[in-house]
């Protein structure tokens, strides 16, 4: 479905020629993608030996012998799980930055954004399992509806500001929420209600950027629709009108028993969409 590189490539001939701030060049990128792979080769050689082992287990009886190498056990065991913690921690992060990456790429090089599908995991799932210790208490990965410190309370706060009717503020808050929270699970939200301060501003074109941002966020969640339709009431009034007749129509394709599939019918008639 091309209905993701259509729609972005509305925005950016209204946008005309955007900030230098706002875009990475393909050699940015590529360089990213370096340092990410240097990272890698670092990350590889943890799993290398640096020579023959040698703990101390000496002891002048059985008991003291079992007591050694009891606490060996505890220190590797404390030091595996330490590692994994690592690695999981790499592997997430690497992870979400080559998403990120892919998606800047195909922006750039004007793709199908439609076709972007998900990213897979940094090294692969058997080599993440392999390094895994084989004990009950290893760390799992960080759960994806997992909040960090402080995040809850930021977001809120700019919702507040957006139904006080403080758009100014809710849009400023909100892109700052973006920024101080990568791949958080309340993005597609975010993106959406950052869209809704921008169209309390005037500001249609980038009101535009952030529904496209919260859709193709997650096009298949809760806020998905209501992107979905803001995207394309935004471009109708942006006078993209064959743009916004094929956004709105995609509303009641992808998800016909949502309410915005409904406001979708009405903003077509209003455009006269055939």
Not at 71 to 93: K, M, P, S, W, Y
Not at 162 to 173: C, K, T, W
Request: charged share 20%.
């Amino acid at each position: 479905m091309r209905i993701a590189g259509w729609v972005l490539a509305a925005v950016v001939a209204t946008a005309g020629v955007a900030n230098a701030q706002d875009q990475q060049t393909l050699a940015d990128i590529r360089q990213e993608l370096t340092v990410l792979h240097v990272e890698i080769q670092r990350l590889k050689r943890e799993f290398s030996t640096t020579g023959s082992p040698a703990p101390n287990l000496s002891g002048s009886s059985v008991l003291e012998r079992v007591d050694a190498i009891e606490a060996e056990l505890q220190r590797l065991t404390r030091q595996t799980e330490q590692l994994n913690q690592r690695v999981q921690n790499i592997v997430t992060d690497g992870t979400n930055r080559i998403g990120d990456l892919e998606f800047r790429l195909v922006e750039l090089e004007g793709g199908d954004l439609s076709t972007i599908g998900e990213t897979s995991t940094l090294g692969g799932e058997t080599e993440v399992t392999a390094a895994a210790p084989a004990t009950p208490s290893a760390p799992p990965v960080s759960d994806q509806g997992e909040l960090a410190v402080g995040e809850r309370a930021d977001f809120d706060a700019a919702s507040q500001a957006l139904a006080d009717g403080n758009f100014q503020a809710a849009a400023e808050q909100f892109a700052s929420f973006e920024t101080a929270y990568p791949g958080s699970p309340l993005a597609p939200e975010a993106n959406l209600k950052r869209g809704q301060a921008l169209v309390g501003l005037g500001e249609t074109r980038e009101a535009a950027r952030a529904f496209l941002a919260s859709f193709t966020g997650d096009s298949e969640g809760a806020f998905a629709p209501e992107a979905l339709f803001e995207l394309g009431s935004a471009l109708g009034r942006l006078g993209q009108t064959d743009q916004a007749c094929i956004t709105l129509s995609e509303v009641g394709v992808r998800f016909p028993s949502s309410t915005s599939a409904t406001s979708a019918t009405q903003e077509m008639a209003s455009l006269g969409c055939s």
